[in-house]
């Protein structure tokens, strides 16, 4: 069975400067690989996904996560963080031949930008 | 158009009696899941529908725990005799079929489930 790492609990970081937040999975398979955002009192919104192709994939707010299947890694980065990008963001895993399509979650990070 | 909604978005309960969550999922969206998060714990996937196929129960951490959906409609996912370790958020989301290669679920706000 799958499992997600996500090493940081927390990451406090001061606006305008940069961010990772560290996302490791388990196994080698053939995998999809999301992060999903949590913002103040608001539902789950998908942030970015990899599914096939470019190992580098990009949002519409900046963030870029990349693929790194030796090291079975999907870390998100944003080169300059902005007071709106507080929140709790979750990678998530799903097995690409499983059939089920169900997404195996990490435990979360909050990421806290300090004006 | 209309997301994913949940009801209720709150529910207290006594110990030892049953309640029942409800999900409307985006219409036209084949796929429904049902998952917990429990405080300071990431999401855990609970049950799978897919159309008209036998579901995926393989997550559901008990027998107390059950969940029907009415065609691609509907869903109620029923917890019966809740115990405190129920108190969690539970999470529906939906998503196309998997021929679209999208993969994308769309999560509902969720109930907030507390067993007193």
């Known amino acids: 069975a799958q499992s997600v790492t996500q090493l940081d609990s927390q990451v406090p970081v001061f606006e305008e400067a940069p961010v990772e937040l560290r996302c490791n999975y388990s196994?080698?398979?053939?995998?999809?690989l999301f992060w999903y955002v949590q913002y103040p009192n608001q539902g789950l919104q998908l942030l970015l996904k990899y599914l096939s192709g470019s190992t580098l994939v990009e949002s519409i707010n900046g963030f870029e996560a990349e693929f790194n299947k030796s090291q079975t890694s999907f870390h998100l980065r944003k080169p300059s963080v902005h007071i709106s990008d507080t929140a709790e963001y979750f990678c998530?895993?799903?097995?690409?031949?499983?059939?089920?399509?169900?997404?195996?979650f990490g435990k979360g990070t909050k990421l806290s930008v300090i004006p | 158009g209309a997301g994913v909604s949940q009801s209720p978005s709150n529910k207290v309960t006594e110990k030892g009696k049953d309640v029942e969550l409800r999900c409307d999922p985006i219409s036209g969206h084949t796929a429904l899941y049902w998952y917990r998060q429990r405080l300071g714990q990431g999401l855990e996937f609970l049950i799978y529908?897919?159309?008209?196929?036998?579901?995926?129960k393989s997550g559901l951490p008990s027998d107390r725990f059950s969940a029907e959906r009415t065609g691609e409609s509907v869903s109620t996912l029923t917890i019966q005799r809740t115990q405190q370790e129920d108190s969690a958020v539970y999470l529906c989301?939906?998503?196309?079929?998997?021929?679209?290669?999208?993969?994308?679920?769309?999560f509902g706000p969720g109930t907030r489930l507390t067993v007193t």
């Open positions: 529908f897919q159309g008209n196929s036998a579901p995926d």
């Open positions: 998530a895993v799903m097995d690409s031949g499983a059939g089920s399509y169900q997404l195996t």
């Open positions: 196994s080698s398979v053939s995998v999809y």
């Open positions: 989301a939906s998503s196309l079929t998997w021929t679209t290669s999208s993969y994308e679920q769309y």
